[in-house]
């Protein structure tokens, strides 16, 4: 059973900078999706970031390009969400989520429910 643990989570003014982690306790292969999603007041989960471990595919949703970025620790089974120009439209509970493949041409294009392994969670809230 694979725990994923998000961190980094916090209360920000608009324009400022987060950076958030999910550490697995194990990856359950050698290279797996790790995907962010977020999930704003009254809104679905919507994908924001995802990465194929072991140097593979980025993606990253149009609403976050050029601010968000999104990387991994091989050495500690940890994926980073580095958030900069942070707007109060950014203001969610951030999960990630891990799987061997999603079935889809990238990893960012699956549901959250279709990753096999998900965090609890971490607030981030934007204020203006």
């Known amino acids: 059973q694979v725990q994923l643990q998000e961190s980094g989570g916090a209360s920000v003014q608009s324009g400022g900078s987060l950076r958030l982690s999910c550490q697995a306790s194990a990856y359950p292969y050698s290279r797996v999706c790790v995907a962010w999603f977020r999930q704003r007041p009254g809104k679905e989960h919507e994908g924001v970031a995802a990465?194929?471990?072991?140097?593979?595919?980025?993606n990253y949703a149009d609403s976050v390009k050029g601010r968000f970025t999104i990387s991994e620790d091989r050495a500690t089974n940890t994926v980073y969400l580095q958030m900069t120009s942070l707007k109060p439209e950014d203001t969610a509970m951030y999960y990630c989520?891990?799987?061997?493949?999603?079935?889809?041409?990238?990893?960012?294009?699956?549901?959250?429910?279709?990753?096999?392994?998900r965090g609890q969670g971490t607030q981030v809230t934007v204020s203006s």
């Open positions: 989520a891990v799987d061997r493949t999603v079935y889809r041409p990238t990893c960012l294009e699956a549901t959250m429910s279709e990753y096999a392994y």
């Open positions: 990465i194929y471990t072991g140097g593979g595919r980025i």
